[in-house]
């Protein structure tokens, strides 16, 4: 079956229910994730939907990124902030927890705070944010002179899951436009979607599957360069029959990986081991396994906030697909979020020895229970910044301190901010007072 490439009439829509959906709700026209369009319908028609807070409304026009004055190196961004360091520190309980928070409500003089920010975690689902990155990487080098290009394939370019995508518990939204039906359901080998809406599942449901297949592509992208657009399914699955399993396991760990060296972001810092479902393995084997840490999580999401990651309108797309419009989860369900947009992925990944405690629950390991969240929070009173948690916790799910410490998080930047801004009001007032006297 070949590619399909078309311009169509956008009519339709999704509303994913269960788990966190991204990208801006008026983007269903760029990109053709029919979700967004009901949602939209709704707010057009005035159609009460409360399902998502204040903050889930942004327009695509309205995400920005942050940083992009700041040309500085990430070594020389990421230098801790003494006073802001001691006040983030404080509110970890210690062992089993690590973070990196940057304050960048003031650009020009941004807070930087770590703590254990080297320590190595199972990234999980946090680690498709490396397929994302390896997607947009692949393709600035198919059409390194036009971004318009590049959306266009994004969008147009349908490509089916085949066994790549399977064996996924997580599920998948899939609309009907003509029916105006919604189903959610596991991934199927015959699903076809565009290349947009395979990285919508990937990120806004977590979907396994979906990561797998936009694996796969990155790799096509990168055997056959600018023939990729013209590439069949049928030719596309006799390159993985016909070539070494050992050339096509270094393909898949330098496609994901090379793109974060060159960001400075080291294999300690943050690596990813293969894919995401079993069904690959048969030709693309793992290697070296997947490690994550706050520091290098936090030098993605600065030099994304940069427009550094493979450039600006492929940074400003990846800020775009990460954003939440739909229920939030573990650290963005604090309230304290609700009117602020956030940026978010989070990824867990746990064991359960049965032997030891018959009982042992889901996502409450006793061999091991990671949990992570990585946020950019922007809230309208103009308070911005990020941060990336790591924890491993046995016993425990760890959802509720993730979103008790993103509220406590949140309150100490918030708290910070109305200082300095009442400091600010002081001097000028102080300056003014000068000029009246004299």
């Keep these: 079956m070949k590619k399909i490439f078309y311009l169509v009439i956008l009519v339709g829509a999704i509303l994913s229910f269960g788990f966190t959906s991204y990208y801006p709700i008026d983007g269903y026209k760029t990109t053709g994730i029919k979700r967004l369009y009901q949602i939209q319908k709704f707010q057009e028609d005035s159609i009460p939907y409360n399902r998502i807070p204040f903050g889930a409304f942004k327009k695509l026009d309205d995400i920005k990124l942050n940083l992009t004055s700041r040309e500085h190196s990430i070594d020389e961004l990421l230098v801790e902030d ?13 062992s089993g927890y690590s973070a990196s928070v940057m304050d960048m409500s003031n650009p020009e003089k941004i807070r930087y705070a770590a703590f254990r920010e080297n320590s190595g975690y199972q990234p999980g689902s946090v680690g498709k944010l490396a ?34 995508g399977t064996g996924d518990h997580h599920t998948i939204p899939v609309y009907d436009i003509e029916k105006d039906k919604l189903t959610k359901r596991q991934v199927v080998a015959s699903d076809e979607f565009s290349l947009y809406e395979w990285l919508d599942h990937m ?67 943050w690596r990813l081991g293969g894919m995401f479902t079993r069904g690959p393995n048969k030709y693309v084997g793992r290697k070296g396994g997947s490690i994550g840490t706050p520091k290098g999580l936090m030098k993605f999401l600065v030099q994304l906030e940069q427009g550094k990651v493979v450039d600006e309108n492929s940074s400003l797309e990846m800020k775009r697909l990460m954003y939440s419009t739909d229920r939030r989860i573990r650290y963005a369900r604090s309230s304290r979020l609700d009117s602020a947009a ?97």
């Design 203 to 269: 990120v806004s449901v977590s979907n396994n599957g979906a990561a797998s297949v936009m694996y796969r592509e990155a790799m096509l992208m990168a055997a056959f360069e600018a023939d990729y657009v013209n590439l069949t399914a049928e030719k596309a699955e006799r390159y993985f029959e016909e070539t070494p399993r050992d050339s096509l396991t270094n393909l898949a760990n330098s496609v994901v990986n090379e793109p974060l060296r060159r960001l400075g972001i080291t294999e300690d810092d």
């Design 342 to 438: 956030v940026y978010f992925k989070s990824g867990s990944y746990y064991k359960c020895d049965r032997v030891k405690n018959p009982n042992c629950k889901d996502y409450a390991g006793n061999v091991f229970n990671y949990m992570n969240s990585v946020i950019i929070v922007e809230h309208p009173n103009g308070v911005k910044y990020i941060t990336c948690l790591m924890t491993n916790v046995l016993n425990k799910n760890s959802a509720g301190a993730h979103m008790y410490l993103a509220s406590k998080i949140d309150d100490v930047i918030n708290r910070d901010n109305n200082l300095l801004k009442e400091e600010v009001k002081e001097v000028e007032y102080k300056n003014d007072k000068d000029e009246t006297d004299n």
């Design 131 to 164: 397929v994302l990155l390896a997607v947009m990487d692949q393709m600035a080098k198919i059409c390194p002179d036009s971004w318009e290009q590049r959306a266009m394939y994004l969008r147009d370019i349908k490509v089916t899951s085949r066994y790549w």
């Design 82 to 94: 003494k006073e802001f360091a001691k006040d983030m520190a404080s509110l970890f309980p210690g």
